[in-house]
């Protein structure tokens, strides 16, 4: 079965006007996992200090904010009255079940925006702050108790690039603690107690442990340094793991990287524990600072993709942000944005992941990765023309099959001038050596039209390397309406015939129709449609009409696990 992953966008846009080097920008789309790439000091920390003031009133944990440093300033200075300015738009998810209290919030409509403001006041001592709540523009009246309950509902958790992971692991853990004391109810003799506490505690982080464990750590089953005494209890601090030689080690003592990779499954399983909230409590926001720090290769790979699946997941209502100078976590991203300064003041430009990972390397942000390594956790499909990709992309996207990604040759590497058979074929022969370097799970992908001669197939299979049979697919007209036959080369033929019908009826192409026979069309004919009948098919949404497709991107899945024979179900099919 295919595992559809539902997300939590509770936050849909944010703008921010007069936070340190930001003016006024507006983030016109917030993604499960959105990335802020850059250079160093071009502001982005600041788009996740703004978030954190408004959510928790601070620039940063422990940091009251002043604004006469945390306002951004213009030099000259100019009159005009100095104010810093919030306004995060939302959109409740279905996951999102509010108490009585907040029932008004449903009235909305589940979209509204919260604007949070402060400004100087008249003697420059001090600010004063103030919050709204607008719908559609209009302001809501006596919205501002309103605006606090419901920001109560959501947990914003800031992680700096420099947080000390002993230190936030110490201080964690006593949460944790008091977390795990909360579930322990009735008297119980103190030798039970403190059993039950261990057992609760491994329980607890049977998740984090697993993925350090898996991650080659020489540290195993790490748990909470749980007290061995009743009066120890009050003093509960820290985690520890076994050794490889058998032995108990503290957290202070592991490495560091390993301290970093196991403080996020901690924070993960914390955050998302809703039910110690009883209610109070419905999603968390992570704003994290170059989760890369102390990571090497292998657990900056297993992170990023851990932050992408979390914030896929609808069960944890986690939604994250986060900058990075590494490809890898610009990778696992949905939404990005380039981020820059422009005359004092940081510009926050969105960019498709693809280029934004590209340019990144080109002005040496980011190291440099070879492009056929892109999208380390996604299948990454090579189809040979433009229009294939586009159409293959919009039929995954309606049946939930958004994890798989589609490219030319160019529009992968853009290095590489030639598309079609010919031009995939060179770069396969090119590359060879680095295909096998894509996780199982996430192979390279051939998928040649289905005209494609057995001459052809087999280039391009030698082409490949190591499994090729698996991995080099055709695709096969067995899928097609029998009304669509052999004049239609390439890809339209596997389209639903109503979309033919149509546009020869709009005089887009003359079709042949007998009702006898399949429909027939000249090659200019059809090259001239090509993109017109594009546009027809990114509008069909029906699945039953796209059933042809369908097949094609379910053959690929069953190719990717291995069993040719793998029944594969579809939500609403």
Not at 222 to 242: N, V, Y
Not at 272 to 290: D, K, L, P, S
Not at 348 to 368: D, N, S, Y
């Amino acid at each position: 079965v295919i595992a559809s992953l539902k997300n939590m966008r509770l936050i849909r846009k944010v703008r921010i006007q007069g936070v340190r080097s930001i003016e006024n920008q507006l983030l016109d789309r917030v993604g499960d996992l959105s990335v802020f790439v850059g250079k160093n000091s071009s502001g982005k920390s600041n788009v996740l200090r703004a978030l954190n003031l408004f959510f928790n009133g601070e620039i940063e944990p422990g940091r009251p904010m002043i604004f006469t440093r945390d306002n951004f300033e213009r030099i000259p200075r100019n009159k005009k009255k100095k104010a810093i300015e919030i306004t995060v738009d939302f959109e409740l998810p279905s996951s999102f079940h509010l108490r009585k209290e907040f029932s008004k919030f449903k009235s909305y409509g589940g979209s509204f925006a919260i604007t949070r403001r402060w400004e100087l006041s008249q003697t420059r001592t001090s600010s004063y702050d103030t919050m709204q709540v607008e719908k559609d523009g209009d302001v809501l009246p006596d919205s501002g108790s309103s605006a606090k309950q419901f920001l109560d509902l959501i947990s914003y958790r800031y992680i700096p690039n420099r947080s000390n992971p002993a230190a936030v692991l110490e201080k964690e853990s006593q949460e944790l603690a008091s977390s795990i004391f909360l579930r322990m109810k009735g008297d119980t003799h103190a030798a039970e107690l403190l059993s039950q506490l261990n057992t609760a505690t491994k329980r607890f982080l049977q998740n984090a442990s697993d993925s350090l464990e898996s991650s080659g750590s020489p540290l195993g089953t790490p748990t909470l340094a749980t007290p061995t005494s009743i009066g120890e209890m009050l003093r509960m601090t820290g985690f520890i793991a076994t050794g490889s030689h058998g032995g108990d080690v503290r957290d202070e003592d592991w490495g560091a990287g390993h301290q970093a990779f196991f403080l996020y499954q901690v924070l993960h399983s914390l955050d998302t524990n809703y039910a110690r909230f009883f209610g109070w409590r419905q999603a968390t926001i992570w704003g994290v600072e170059e989760p890369e720090s102390a990571l090497h290769r292998d657990l900056e790979t297993r992170l990023a993709g851990q932050l992408r699946t979390w914030s896929c997941d609808e069960a944890s209502r986690l939604q994250i942000l986060q900058t990075t100078h590494s490809a890898i976590f610009t990778m696992a991203s949905d939404v990005g944005y380039w981020t820059e300064l422009d005359n004092g003041a940081t510009k926050l430009l969105p960019m498709e992941i693809q280029a934004l990972t590209r340019a990144a390397e080109v002005k040496g942000v980011a190291e440099w990765s070879h492009p056929i390594l892109s999208f380390p956790w996604n299948p990454v499909v090579l189809v040979e023309g433009s229009i294939d990709a586009e159409a293959l992309t919009h039929v995954a996207s309606v049946v939930a099959m958004g994890h798989l990604r589609f490219f030319t040759v160019p529009s992968l590497d853009e290095t590489e001038e030639y598309r079609g058979k010919d031009g995939i074929i060179g770069y396969l022969k090119r590359n060879t050596s680095l295909i096998k370097n894509r996780l199982p799970e996430a192979p390279l992908i051939v998928l040649l039209d289905w005209e494609t001669s057995d001459q052809d197939m087999k280039k391009a299979r030698n082409a490949y390397g190591e499994n090729a049979e698996r991995y080099v697919l055709r695709m096969n007209p067995d899928y097609c309406d029998k009304k669509l036959g052999k004049d239609f080369r390439g890809i339209e033929r596997f389209y639903p015939p109503e979309i033919i019908e149509n546009a020869h009826t709009a005089g887009e192409m003359i079709v042949g129709m007998k009702s006898d026979k399949p429909y027939s069309v000249s090659k200019s004919q059809l090259s001239a449609a090509k993109r017109r009948l594009l546009a027809r098919l990114t509008s069909e949404k029906d699945r039953k009409k796209l059933q042809p497709l369908l097949s094609v991107l379910i053959e690929i899945e069953r190719m990717i696990k291995g069993d040719s024979g793998i029944q594969i179900s579809l939500p609403g099919m």
